[in-house]
């Protein structure tokens, strides 16, 4: 077989051309820290990582939702531990009025001391998670209770009726809200709450005792609630860790594609170091024999 | 017979030879050359005449008949035909690469991401204005990424066009110029000279021209080529044009199309309308689904001022290209419905616009995927075929080579048969001058 000089040369130059390339790759590789630049290096790791990337992205939506409403609720379930505190204290006052052995004067300074619970009840009532009243139903810029000016009654329920939710998986929601209707005017909360004052100012037992009951009423329908809330907030701690296991999962299998096997890559980079030496040194070495050296 | 015949007989062995270095000397001169077809001499002897001196023939000596161009036209068809698939699988790989390169570097997951993310937002709280703030940045912004994909398509549109426009330009100068080269070469082959580096500049025309238009080109009996192609002029019928006709050419009109099954203009031609245009309908499908999708949730929403039946996206959306935000939301943000019609349903509509998510992520994954298998594919196709051509150049070069070891040793064994015959004239001389003397 005869060869010529445009042979070996042009044999070199793509043997050489194909090296430098495959090594370049390689360094890229190494220099991004990631396996795939573009779709045609790989693909079907391509389509996936678009499809992951899309998943990781959902199950932070779905843990933010979930964090948000986690909050929203332990709010609730603070605050409805100190209403059924304040409910508690006041039928500890009732008790003590209603007492023939308390005097009018005492009676007085007790009645004073339900206008402060009343008082405490509304701020708890109106309570508010991230700027937004907690109470309100869909109206979280609404102030659900206010106290009129006289002190003497307290308005009527301005929030709304509606309840607000959040999406825990998929297609599943979770009412997040209590409305203040239910838990305060249903209750009767705060009409109990004036009619022991005013039976205190007028020494009325039968009206304490009347008063105490319903209080003691509202009180365990508050608990119940408070239980209720309790176990949505497990309920959500509960998926928040399946959304966080599905996101590390995600993330990891991402990484596979993306980051890939650095081992290898460095491997793969030494590897095409060496043949593109190998290609120059060999080149050199063939192309520069000639007949020429040789001849006288 | 003359007295100085063994005079003529060592001339023609020293002149011989030294036409013989001189083509060797050419051949080594060209090794750089591209395409150069190694020559060589061919040596043949004289006549022989009747000699005077003795009974028979005596010889006159060696002349060379005809400088053999060493070629293999067998191969050189091959060449041809080898460096259409070539370029046309080239000009494919090098377009997908530039394709797959402005695509990728978009991030179009990454931005309907955030779009949905800004829904997600809204849905949690629909009341604050900063959110829905956010869903219209993220609208405007995905818009543009997509408008901008788009157009990065478009661009590569008009540069196929332009280049199909160049090619066709050179295709009617090597015409004209393998026209011309056909008259010379036929005629000076007709008056007996050997045009050896005038057919060498044909080749590489004719390499060049099949290269861009996947022709075949066809030898005449008169040392010409002819070449056809078929056209299309106006989007009219195909019709067969004689581009080169042994010494003559019809240029291609400038409205023509050429037709052809290899080639440059072939992978120019498949992937401005089989690939550019899958990706123009998947992206403006996408963008029909986005809005259709979008549009029929928040048509049935209810927006801040409680009213209800707005679209989000202008209609009708055909693709990519109509694809906007209706003015209203453009222009005032509380027109963004994220509500359900009950209190229970706030942020519903925002909720279920944020769930459509997931259907999109698969059309974008797809996309991705084909252009990546497909950029794959041209580039495999490319590099086998420059390494099938790299064969065959290689088989031509072991005809047609030059090689300096070869040539140099050539060199050294005319050097020494020219000082031969060199040699034998001064022999021939001393026998003469001996002669001469003898009358003296």
New interface residues.
Partial sequence: ???????QL??WL?TMQKTSQRLEQAQTTLASGKGV????????G???A??L???I??Q??YI??ID?GSAWLKTADTVLGMVSSSLSEAQGIALQGANATVSQDQRKDLAAHIGQVIEHMVGLANAKYAG?YIFS??K??AKPFELNADKTAVQPYAG????????VQ??DTLVINYSGKEVFSDNKIFESLFQLKQALETNNTDKMEKANIELSGAFNKVVSNRAIVGSKINRLGEMKELHELQKDHFESMLWEIEEGNLTEVITALKREQMAYEAAMVVGAKINGL???DY?R | MSQFNGLYIAISGMNAHKAAMEITGHNIANVSTEGYTRQEAVFVPYNPQQSTLFRGQIGRGVTIEYVRRMTDEYLERRIQNEQSSAESWKVKAELLQNVESSINSLDLQGRFNSFWEAWHGLAMDSTVEQNRFEVQQQATSLINILKISRSQLEQIESQIDFTMNSEMERVNILAEHISKMNDEISSNIRKGLQPNDLMDRRVGYLKELVGITGASVIYNEDNTVSLSLNISTSGGPAEELKLIDGIYFQPMPSDAQVITEGGKIFGLKEIKNNELQYYYTTMDDIAKSLATGINDLHKTGYNKEGSTGISFFKEPVSGVRDLELIPEIKGYLDKIGADGSSPDETGKIAMEIFNLGDGFSRSISNFLGHIGTATKNTMIQDSSHQDMLQTMENLKAEVSGVSMDEELANMMRFQRSYQASAKVLSVMDEILETLINMVR
């Fill in positions: 077989m005869r060869v010529t000089d445009s042979m042009s044999n793509r630049h573009k779709p045609s290096d790989n693909p079907a391509t389509s996936r678009v499809i990337k899309e998943q992205s959902r932070e939506q933010f939702g948000d937004n139903g869909e979280i810029n709304g009726s509606g309840s607000i939710s959040r999406q998929g297609e000639s007949l020429l001849i």
